[in-house]
Nanobody, 123 residues
Framework: QVQLVESGGGLVQAGGSLRLSCVVS????????MGWFRQAPGKEREFVAA????????LYADSVKGRFTMSRDSAKNTAYLQMNSLKPEDTAVYHC????????????????WGQGTQVTISS
């Protein structure tokens, strides 16, 4: 049984920063590529970032490129999302996800999901 637990969300002002964490348990962390997705009220879940099994490759949505950085630490079984220069439109519930195989941006390509952490950016 694979479990993902996110943390690090909160309320910050526009221009601020947050770092989200996603701890994975139940299977070998390096088995999985990891992704972050977000869902704002009334909107569909959207891709934010993804990282390969060993961290050598990353993908980002155009809306966050240059502001967000995804990384992973195998010693801690944890994936991170460093979010800088935050904007009100970044407000959403952020979910991490895991699966085997090549990098992917579609939610349907991920097998395991965390419960999400709320990020709220005030203007």
């Amino acid at each position: 049984q694979v479990q993902l637990v996110e943390s690090g969300g909160g309320l910050v002002q526009a221009g601020g920063s947050l770092r989200l964490s996603c701890v994975v348990s139940g299977r070998t962390f390096s088995t999985y590529r990891m992704g972050w997705f977000r869902q704002a009220p009334g909107k569909e879940r959207e891709f934010v970032a993804a990282i390969s099994r060993r961290g050598g490759s990353t993908l980002y949505a155009d809306s966050v490129k240059g502001r967000f950085t995804m990384s992973r630490d195998s010693a801690k079984n944890t994936a991170y999302l460093q979010m800088n220069s935050l904007k009100p439109e970044d407000t959403a519930v952020y979910h991490c996800a895991a699966a085997e195989g090549p990098l992917a941006t579609r939610a349907d390509d991920y097998w395991y999901w965390g419960q999400g952490t709320q990020v709220t950016i005030s203007s």
